[in-house]
Structures are given as C-alpha cells and as structure tokens.
C-alpha cells in the first residue's frame, strides 16, 4: 500500500464522488486527467484506489497493489544504434527538470545533438532562425503555452519538422479529450531509454523518405 497525503484545502464531500472521473475538475487550469489517470492505471494493475479527505485539513489517497512473484521484466527493445550521421537535431521540451535530463542523456548517448528547454516560450524563442532541428519532443501539457500550440506554430514555420508527444496521461485521454489530433506521435510516460530511441529513430527514418 502507498498512501499519498497532503495538508491543503481537502475536498468537499459532494466532489469526492467524482474526482477519479476523466475532465472532472475544480481547478481553472486543471485538465481533470490527473486523478483519472491514476485510477486506470491502478485498476489495470489489478488493485484499488481509495480517498479520504477533511475540509481544511488535507487528503489522503491510498492505493492498494497486488503483491507479485513474477521478476521484473527487462526492456524486450534493445536500443538501436544510430551509426555515423544518422543521429539527428533535437529540440526537446519538458518542463520536469529530472525528466528533462533523463530524455536529454539518453538522446545525446546515442548520437542526437539536443536542446533542452523547460518552456514552449524558450523553445519558440530558440528555434526563431534556427531551421535545422529535425525533430521536436515535447510534453503535451505545459506551464504556458501546450505542446500542441507550439508545435503548430513550429511546423508553420518549419514544415520538414517533425513532432513526437510525450506525456504522463495516455494517447487515449489526450486524442479522445481533443488535444491532440489522431495520428500524431505519442509516447507515454514513463517510457525507458530504449522506447523513446526507437521512436525517434522511426520518426526520424520516416522522414527521411518524405522530405526532400
Ligand atoms: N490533493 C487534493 N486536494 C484537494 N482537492 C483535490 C486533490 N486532488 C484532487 N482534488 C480535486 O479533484 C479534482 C480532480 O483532480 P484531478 O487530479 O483528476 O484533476 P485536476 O487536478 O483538476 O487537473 P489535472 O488533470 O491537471 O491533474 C480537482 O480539480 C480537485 O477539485
Ligand atoms: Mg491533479
């Protein structure tokens, strides 16, 4: 069991029925994927999710998972190598530092010459005259501008760029919630090293037979 507890407002008890719905939210800037998220992912693990919170005194959430025996899996994907020159400019945005860094070591490990950038609004502003980024990573949800605005904005500018999604709620909340446009590359977190290598690469070598 994980418990999860916080000190601050709590939630009313009219709204703690609801608060694991998708787009259930009190918050003006809050997308109300959150808890939901939360919710599928512990119920596909086969446990249980729970809540308690007091007015003015906080929340507490529990969640309840099924001990296993099985051993850990490793990452059936080993991490293609990219070989001389087939790496590749990479401007990436997320804006979870420790997140940041991980995505950032693992592509320039493998040949990828990155720029890291924690905002869409440092990434428009790096990438204002600079023509020759061949791939866009970005979070989905954002401080400021999103990943979908600015990869817009980039793409109008740019149209041999290409764009990979990445974030913490799944490809169906974030399609089905109309943020994003089906059939765009998406990546959920967490993802290891290896799934995000290979689905630079595939983007990247796609690419490569489509534009001049
Ligand atoms: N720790 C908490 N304390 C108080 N209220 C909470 C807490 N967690 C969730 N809530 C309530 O439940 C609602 C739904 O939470 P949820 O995390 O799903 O969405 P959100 O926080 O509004 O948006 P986001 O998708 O950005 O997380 C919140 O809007 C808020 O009203
Ligand atoms: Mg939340």
Do not use: W
Not at 102 to 122: P, T
Not at 176 to 184: A, E, F, N, R, S
Not at 190 to 204: G, H, Q, S, T
């Amino acid at each position: 069991m994980i418990a999860v507890s916080d000190t601050g407002p709590g939630i009313p008890q009219e709204a703690l029925p609801y608060v694991f719905e998708p787009f259930f939210t009190t918050r003006t800037s809050g997308t109300g994927l959150g808890l939901a998220t939360c919710y599928g992912i512990v119920k596909q693990s086969g446990g249980h999710l729970s809540v308690y919170s007091e007015l003015g005194r906080g929340s507490t959430f529990k969640i309840y998972l099924p001990r296993t025996e099985e051993v850990a899996p490793q990452s059936e994907t080993k991490a293609p190598s990219p070989g001389p020159g087939r790496g590749g400019r990479v401007l990436l945005v997320e804006d979870e530092a420790p997140v940041r860094e991980v995505i950032d070591k693992a592509l320039s490990r493998h040949g990828y010459v990155v720029h890291a950038v924690g905002a869409a609004e440092e990434a428009l502003e790096v990438a204002t005259g600079n023509a020759d980024f061949q791939l866009l990573v970005t979070d989905v949800v954002l401080p400021g501008m999103g990943g979908r605005a600015l990869s817009e904005r980039l793409t109008q500018r740019y149209p041999n760029l290409r764009v990979l999604f990445i974030s913490g709620y799944t490809e169906n909340a974030i399609v089905h919630g109309g943020v994003l446009d089906p059939g765009i590359h998406f990546l959920q977190k967490p993802f290891v090293p290896a799934d995000l290598l290979n689905a630079v690469r595939r983007i990247l070598d796609e690419a490569r037979t489509t534009n001049h």
